[in-house]
């Protein structure tokens, strides 16, 4: 297998833009996690998803920050409007079964950067 | 909340050396407890995980331990090489809440020849 699979590995935009990061798990898998990497705050989790179905988006910093899975094969995080604080790395993870206790697999991540 | 702490925040040692790497938390009650390795750039790979049942896991010259109760992990590295430069990151699966994993912030380890 590929492993986790991210889209684009890096990205320059400007503030105000609109960014869609992509994302393809493990085949099998059906746990996916989305998280946010910086120097300051370390890697935080933004969303997860169960079989398709996002099950905590608490750790999404505010309402310009959406995820989709539509399949068990794609997932999408966009930022619409960006701004320079979103300035991270962005992975995607995936892991087996019902993903309680078991490790994740991820991604190389998604260097963006919010000029 | 579940928090994890690494100490300390960096680490340099000259090759050969066996190390110690730290990590603890406030929350006893997890399912498991992981360590990750994360070379510059790149993601993050799964070292070991050791389940709240186990005391301790060893995969070649790594051996981790964990005392749920005293809520502390440590990541022994035997004979260290250049080749183990890299951050290594802990992590714990809480048995409560929806968050499935939770990190520290890692220990940048420096080795050298």
């Known amino acids: 297998d590929a492993g986790v699979i991210q889209s684009p590995r890096h990205e320059v935009t400007e503030m105000g833009q609109e960014v869609t990061l992509r994302c393809k798990p493990i085949?099998?898998?059906?746990?996916l996690f989305w998280y946010r990497q910086t120097m300051m705050r370390g890697l935080e989790l933004l969303i997860y998803?169960?079989?398709?179905?996002?099950?905590?988006d608490s750790g999404m910093p505010e309402d310009r920050f959406s995820a989709k899975m539509p399949n068990a094969s794609f997932s999408t995080l966009k930022i619409q409007p960006s701004e320079p604080r979103d300035s991270a790395v962005y992975f995607c993870?995936?892991?087996?079964?019902?993903?309680?206790?078991?490790?994740?697999?991820f991604g190389p991540g998604t260097r963006l950067l919010v000029l | 909340k579940q928090e994890v702490t690494q100490i300390p925040a960096a680490l340099s040692v000259p090759e050969g050396e066996n190390l110690v790497l730290n990590c603890s938390f406030t929350d006893s009650a997890i399912y498991n407890l992981q360590w990750f390795r994360q070379d510059p750039g790149k993601g993050l790979t799964s070292l070991l995980l050791i389940q709240s049942s186990q005391r301790e896991q060893t995969s070649g010259r790594l051996n981790a331990s964990l005392d749920k109760s005293s809520g502390r992990s440590t990541l022994y590295i035997a004979a260290s090489q250049p080749g183990d430069s890299a951050t290594y990151l802990c992590?714990?699966?809480?048995?409560?809440?929806?968050?499935?994993?939770?990190f520290g912030k890692g220990t940048r380890l420096s080795v050298i020849a």
């Open positions: 993870a995936s892991s087996s079964v019902s993903g309680v206790g078991e490790t994740q697999y």
């Open positions: 085949s099998g898998h059906n746990s």
């Open positions: 998803f169960n079989n398709n179905v996002p099950i905590d």
């Open positions: 992590a714990v699966y809480p048995l409560s809440g929806n968050t499935p994993l939770v």
